[in-house]
């Protein structure tokens, strides 16, 4: 079967799918997907693209799935274009000696595909990285990010120019200028312009880097220099773990390439078959019992405080912190060749992610930690129920139109500095409804911090309540702006989403 994770439905007289997440069958991101096309080139691209508009109907990109609600289409019939099969790299430009350069992928390119095809010509594309198995046009459509306030960290700040396919099926070339709204909307588009054919990148030569951690007490973090902590490196985050009260601080930068043979690798979602089962027994019965949350975030801490990396060549685990190895291989890494990702093992989650001006950081996870004391006065202890704790990470200021780093907004708040993100994965269980262990308090937290605080939604990491809640925070002047070059290049709403439906477009 090609699509083994699209389940047919019957709506009326025509037949239409449901397309699914990264997470497969049970997790919809579209519910109403009448075709699902998969062409091979940018020139197919285009002309699969054509052929939908003239039948009609919405048409929606689709990257790697890897997006956690159903905010990926419309509910009205729309038809899927898979960019997977869209994956060429082309015009590699880095001269000897030269501090940076540039490179052009085709959309459907995938960090690791990219990672290995510039590590073999001694090049990478730094700090504007997100997981391995995603797609360049979905993350730069999406406004996604790693985490660094030193260096431009959103992939769409790695981004020199956007070939997108427009409502008419014509491709629109706009070059990176801060002047003018065609680019600021094209930077962070939530793919509500069309569907982005090809990205010219900036690259650098590769390094070497070390990847270091440390563990924290909770209150050094609370009321300590948050700030100072992530901006000296070129990429730092923390591991925030409630029930523990303690942190986990991350950092990497780079060393001289001939300073060290190791060639460490980082293990990002892999897990054995028996650590699978474990956490996901462990995880289940935590639906009902909290102690069992309190074994898994002990045991995940644990784990977590020991390197996830290997040596490379040897495939042999690295023991001991700082790791040294390739860029990419630190940075990201990807699977261990014996191992699954644990999404494989039905350990599925739930997530939320709000970006908060950096100067409002010991604000923010104080009241957070507030909240998980509130629970805790009712005698209800919560926890993080995910591998490596609550993520919160850091962006630089970035300036665009819906980006969640971009400043000047009407809110009059300072993200000048930069912004904290918040994100809280958390299991959804397997078992009954899939509610999670005191579902409300969840809520509680994202309408708090929407409510107290001028935050932002990540694009694909929230649900439609939350979205519907946060679009409150956006500076509508921005929303405007953005609509006037969503007009121009979509005016009949073909590539129309629920996303750009909650921000109020149509
Ligand atoms: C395990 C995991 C780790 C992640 N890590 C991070 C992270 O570190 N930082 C972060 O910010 N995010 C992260 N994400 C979120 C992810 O970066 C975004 O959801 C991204 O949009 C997914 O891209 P994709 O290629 O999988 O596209 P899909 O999930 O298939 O599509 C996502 C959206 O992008 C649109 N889209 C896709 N391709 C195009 C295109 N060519 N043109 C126009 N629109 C397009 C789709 O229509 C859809 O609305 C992670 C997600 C997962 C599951
Ligand atoms: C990457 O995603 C695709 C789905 O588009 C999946 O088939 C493939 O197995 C994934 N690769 C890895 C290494 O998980
Ligand atoms: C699918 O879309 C059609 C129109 O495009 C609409 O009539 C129908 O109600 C939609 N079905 C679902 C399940 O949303
Ligand atoms: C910031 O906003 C002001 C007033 O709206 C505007 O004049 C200025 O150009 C903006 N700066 C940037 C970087 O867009």
Not at 493 to 498: A, D, E, I, K, N
Request: include cysteine; charged fraction near 20%.
């Amino acid at each position: 079967m090609l699509f083994p994770s699209c389940l047919a439905l019957f709506v009326g007289a025509s037949s239409a799918f449901v397309y699914n997440t990264f997470d497969g069958d049970g997790f919809p991101s579209c519910y109403n997907v009448t075709q699902v096309y998969e062409p091979t080139s940018v020139d197919d691209l285009v002309a699969t693209v054509k052929k939908a508009i003239q039948s009609g109907t919405r048409i929606r990109a689709a990257g790697k799935g890897h997006q956690w609600y159903d905010t990926h289409c419309s509910d009205q019939e729309t038809v899927i274009v898979r960019t997977e099969g869209v994956h060429g790299i082309y015009d590699f430009n880095l001269a000897p000696g030269a501090a940076d350069g540039s490179v052009v992928v085709d959309s459907g390119v995938t960090f690791f595909q990219l990672a290995e095809y510039l590590h073999d010509r001694g090049a990478s594309v730094g700090y504007t990285l997100t997981n391995w198995n995603i797609s360049f046009g979905g993350s730069v459509a999406m406004g996604a990010h790693r985490s660094s306030i030193r260096e431009h960290s959103m992939v769409a700040a790695g981004a020199l120019a956007l070939d997108i396919i427009d409502g008419q099926g014509t491709i629109r070339h706009i070059e990176r200028d801060d002047s003018n709204d065609d680019w600021l909307a094209a930077s962070t588009s939530l793919g509500l312009l069309g569907i982005i054919a090809k990205i010219k990148l900036k690259i650098y030569p590769d390094t070497k880097v070390y990847a270091k951690q440390e563990t924290l007490e909770e209150k050094d973090v609370l009321d300590g220099d948050v700030y100072g902590l992530i901006a000296p490196y070129a990429t730092a985050n923390l591991w925030w773990w409630p029930y523990k009260r303690k942190f986990h601080h991350r950092y990497y930068d780079v060393v001289a390439a001939d300073s060290t043979p190791q060639q460490g690798f980082q293990n990002t979602f892999s897990i054995t078959a028996l650590e699978a089962t474990t956490a996901r027994t462990m995880l289940d019965s935590g639906k009902y019992l909290p102690t069992s949350n309190m074994l898994a975030e002990e045991i995940f801490f644990g784990i977590w405080s020991k390197p996830n990396f290997r040596e490379k060549t040897t495939n042999k685990a690295v023991d001991s912190w700082p790791v040294y190895g390739w860029n990419y291989d630190v940075l990201i890494g990807g699977l261990y060749p014996d191992q699954k990702p644990e999404w494989e093992y039905s350990l599925h989650g739930y997530t939320l992610e709000l970006a908060f001006p950096v100067t409002m950081a010991n604000q923010m996870l104080k009241r957070v930690r507030s909240l998980f004391d509130d629970e805790l006065k009712k005698g209800i202890v919560m926890m993080s129920t995910y591998r490596s704790g609550i993520n919160i990470k850091f962006g630089r200021a970035y300036y665009d139109l819906l980006g969640q780093g971009t400043y000047n907004t009407s809110d009059g708040a300072d993200w000048t500095k930069g912004a904290i993100m918040f994100d809280f994965p958390s299991f959804r269980p397997n078992v009954g409804d899939h509610q999670r262990f005191n579902e409300p308090f969840y809520h509680k937290v994202a309408n708090t911090l929407i409510d107290e605080f001028p935050c932002r939604p990540h694009w694909t990491k929230n649900s439609r309540e939350v979205l519907t809640k946060a679009v409150k925070n956006l500076d509508p002047d921005h929303v405007r702006r953005f609509n006037e070059v969503r007009k121009k290049f979509d005016p009949n709403g073909v590539y129309r989403s629920v996303v750009g439906e909650i921000l109020g477009l149509y």
